[in-house]
């Protein structure tokens, strides 16, 4: 039995996971679906932001569909019981170091971009971001209360070899099937762990990858490359913080944030995390108009890279494909149609 667990979470997380999960009863009816509280929700109800049972759940699952966490309501709670470090939890459990953040610009959408036309066109960057280390889970970090009376908040940013060398590894293996290159992007130039990431990058280059072409970028340059000539990318390798950030630009380069999904993988053989970057959007949230195509997208990614169903994933890419080029649109890509029109229109597809 393939089971494919469901953490709808808060704001639009369950909006968009509805319709994932429509299309994956329709595309893969064999696939067994379960689902729990995650996020605000699960600390409503059950007084933490994921639970232990929810945590072994994911961990016993073939792959798990999230969407998103988060939003104003929590935002007075303890940081430990917010639903964001719920999902840093879930990560960590996971093991999921290697983040996969596709940002491909589909045909029909080159417009759509704040970009002109020509400099998206063809854009296909795989950012790898790394998900279980650096500055989310470094320790110390706090706020504290100086003799003088005024606050300190610090937060340390922290790699070792291996964290490094092992995410750098998958990027390595993925530009190998795709046009063979890879950016790594760092601040090697006043950070001593960005210094670390470079030397550690070039010797496994070096070591085992010297086929690939390989470029180091300081991250600031890197996300100005990116919004001047985005399609200079293959595979982007970055640090958790860095990948964050410049994820959420390369997603508008494709027309929307709402068009980004992603893939948090492990060792081989553990199951893999997918999620829309996008968070839970509270300013839309209950409406019905948040774009369902990264959450969609983030399914074909548990399709691809978990659930060992090639075909199926290669025709919901087609469907998404198709669905745009007769014109489907949410709110976000300048169109009218709400969540379940976009989810009908890719069954259509289908
Ligand atoms: P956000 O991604 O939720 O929203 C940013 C903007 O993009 C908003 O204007 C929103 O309406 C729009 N947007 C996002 N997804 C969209 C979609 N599918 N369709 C149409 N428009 C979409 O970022 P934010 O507002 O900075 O964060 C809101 C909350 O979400 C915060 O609590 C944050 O921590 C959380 N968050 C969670 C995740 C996650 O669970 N993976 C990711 C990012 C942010
Ligand atoms: C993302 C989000 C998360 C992150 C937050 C919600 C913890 O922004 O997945 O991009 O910063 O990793
Ligand atoms: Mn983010």
Not at 162 to 171: D, F, K, L, P
Not at 177 to 189: F, I, M, T
Request: charged share 25%.
């Amino acid at each position: 039995m393939t089971t494919l667990l469901l953490l709808p979470g808060d704001g639009i997380g369950p909006e968009v996971t509805a319709q994932a999960a429509r299309i994956a009863k329709a595309l893969t009816p064999d696939i067994t679906l379960d689902e729990r509280d995650f996020g605000g929700i699960s600390f409503d109800r059950h007084g933490a932001p994921i639970t232990d049972e929810a945590v072994a759940a994911a961990i016993a699952a073939d792959a798990v569909l999230m969407g998103a966490v988060g939003g104003p309501k929590w935002a007075g709670v303890a940081r430990q019981s917010r639903p964001e470090a719920g999902l840093l939890r879930l990560r960590k459990e996971m093991q999921v170091f290697a983040n996969l953040r596709p940002a491909l610009c589909f045909d029909a959408l080159a417009d759509a971009s704040s970009l002109k036309r020509e400099l998206v066109a063809g854009l296909d960057i795989m950012i790898v971001r790394e998900l279980t280390g650096g500055v989310y889970f470094g320790e110390p970090r706090g706020i504290e209360t100086l003799p003088d009376g005024q606050r300190r908040g610090f937060d340390t940013q922290v790699y070792t070899t291996s964290e490094i060398e092992r995410v750098s590894r998958v990027a390595f293996e993925l530009a190998r099937g795709r046009r063979n290159k890879v950016h790594s992007a760092e601040k090697s130039n006043v950070m001593e762990s960005g210094l670390l990431w470079r030397e550690v990058v070039t010797d496994l280059h070096k070591r085992e990858y010297a086929d690939v072409q390989l470029e180091h970028i300081l991250a600031d340059n890197a996300a100005m490359q990116l919004v001047r000539a985005p399609t200079q990318f293959d595979v982007l390798l970055t640090d958790n913080l860095f990948g964050d950030i410049l994820s959420d630009a390369a997603a508008q380069l494709t027309g929307s944030l709402g068009m980004l999904p992603s893939a948090a993988l492990g060792e081989a053989g553990r199951p893999g995390l997918y999620e829309p970057i996008h968070g839970s959007a509270p300013d839309i949230a209950g409406q019905g108009v948040a774009n369902p195509l990264a959450a969609i997208l983030s399914f074909e990614m548990a399709l691809r890279w978990s659930l060992n169903r090639p075909a199926e994933a290669d025709r919901l890419y087609r469907a998404v494909e198709t669905a745009l080029a007769n014109g489907a649109r949410t709110r976000d890509l300048g169109g009218q149609l709400s969540t379940v029109e976009m989810g009908d229109a890719v069954l259509a597809a289908l």
